[in-house]
């Protein structure tokens, strides 16, 4: 492992503390790079330096900031600074305007991108994912041991840490009394499993989507198994091993991977990014002339310090009425399970369940209610439900936040780190640990005989 965890803890303070945040944006591509400014922030000074090619992605960038900033509720007054032009990374890393890069686009350059901008002295806050093949994981690895000489911040935008019924799955995990310990599983019957199902046509801020059209090129965007399974795979760290270093040449076992194909029309391209016709870049990937195969499904199945888990990920082009991108988790315990559901029966909203291994324990419920007052006194309001499998936990609607709203928590966790000038021991190692597991998951699938469902 490239990059020690005592490496990590002992590296300096950098001088965070006093420094105001200086934002600058590097060539935005996805609609995440405009989240991060939905809110504004304290610390956080509202001139941001946007530098990017021209085109239709920075101008869609600038358009979504435009509309916070003129929103009739509590409009932000972010002052965003474009450069534009074919030189747009050399002049960002030799004006030095800012001193924190957002990043979230194309993937195809993020990683050169993360590793010029820490040498260059930046700190760093960039969407997932950080690395979509193993060449790019390896410059990744450089970087962070850059990152610790230079005394710079590097960390990834985990939205999904943030979501109410993840946070509550895994406080309850924490609970010996209700949880039990986490099975160590099988590959067939693993002890945590996370599926994600997503959609190209979706709205944001009210409005429907328009896609850049690389987003449809795995080459540009990363494969769906080291796109969104970034999120999955971190989930699994977060939730089963909390504060604990994983160590990715010998926490990690993968075991089996796959990847298939979604298929759009040219009639869905078209809708999804407002072009007439596939560009050149894809027409590598059209079958019968008007069919684009996209290479945004994948599985992983694998072993994290002995424990099974298997993550997945799905995309479809549209979802059914009145549904959306949903996720599904479970964590099997000696003395129960902690499932997330989003289906049809949740109205498409994430619903957290706790279901006993022995369902005729009578000293079970009384446990439970006892030790969830630890929980209460977090997370004021949280109650359970009993129904016919074992209880439903209830949640304020207050806590439900919602996936936009996410990426201002990541700020601001970001801008505690940034002001103590480190980050926790764990993050680097782990963060290490979740790009080998996506990247080499990869490689296992294209090597697969079998490649396709």
């Given amino acids: 492992m490239n990059i020690s965890s005592k490496a990590q803890s002992s590296a300096k303070k950098t001088n965070a503390a006093s420094d105001k945040v200086r934002l600058v944006t590097l060539d935005p591509g996805h609609f995440h790079a405009a989240l991060v400014q939905k809110a504004m922030y304290k610390e956080v000074d509202p001139t941001v330096y946007v530098y990017a090619p021209g085109g239709p992605d920075v101008q869609q960038h600038i358009d979504k900031i435009n509309a916070y900033n003129s929103r009739s509720d509590d409009p932000t007054k972010w002052q965003e600074e474009v450069y534009t032009g074919n030189d747009f990374l050399e002049k960002m890393l030799g004006q030095k305007k800012g001193n924190v890069v957002v990043m979230a686009g194309n993937n195809k350059k993020k990683t050169e991108y993360i590793f010029k901008a820490i040498n260059a002295g930046f700190n760093v806050l960039a969407d997932k994912p950080m690395a979509i093949d193993k060449k790019n994981f390896e410059l990744l690895k450089s970087a962070f041991g850059v990152a610790a000489k230079r005394n710079v911040l590097v960390y990834d935008i985990m939205t999904e840490r943030y979501e109410i019924t993840t946070i509550l799955q895994r406080e309850l995990s924490l609970l010996p009394q209700v949880f039990g310990q986490l099975e160590k599983g099988t590959p067939e019957n693993p002890a945590v499993t996370k599926e994600s199902v997503h959609h190209f046509y979706k709205y944001v801020s ?68 407002k072009l007439n016709a596939f560009p050149d870049y894809l027409k590598k990937n059209v079958v019968k002339d008007s069919i684009l195969n996209v290479y945004s499904n994948g599985e992983i199945n694998y072993e994290i310090k002995g424990v099974h888990a298997k993550v997945s990920v799905r995309w479809a082009y549209k979802a059914p009425k009145g549904a959306g991108d949903t996720h599904y988790s479970i964590m099997r315990g000696t003395k129960a399970n902690l499932i997330i559901r989003q289906g049809a029966d949740q109205n498409y909203k994430p619903a957290l369940y706790i279901e006993p291994i022995d369902g005729n324990d009578a000293s079970y419920a009384n446990a439970l209610e006892e030790q969830l007052k630890s929980i209460q006194a977090k997370y004021p309001g949280v109650g359970i439900e009993k129904n016919a499998a074992g209880w439903k936990v209830t949640i304020p609607e207050k806590y439900n936040e919602g996936h936009e709203s996410h990426f201002a928590r990541v700020m601001e966790k970001f801008l505690q780190y940034y002001k103590e000038g480190r980050l926790p021991v764990w993050e680097v190692p782990n963060m290490i640990a979740k790009y080998y597991t996506t990247t080499a998951a990869l490689q296992m699938a294209m090597q697969a005989k079998n490649s396709s469902q």
């Avoid at 990363?222 to 990715?248: A, R, S």
Wanted: glycine share 6%.
């Fill in 206 to 273: 009210g409005s429907v989507l328009q896609r850049p059209p690389w987003f449809m090129d795995v080459t540009q965007e990363g494969e769906g198994i080291v796109d969104v399974t970034t999120h999955l795979v971190d989930l699994v760290q977060w939730e089963c091993f909390p504060g604990k270093i994983i160590d990715y040449t010998k926490d990690i076992k993968l075991t089996s991977a796959r990847r298939w194909a979604t298929d759009i029309s040219s009639s869905q391209f078209n809708a999804l990014t």
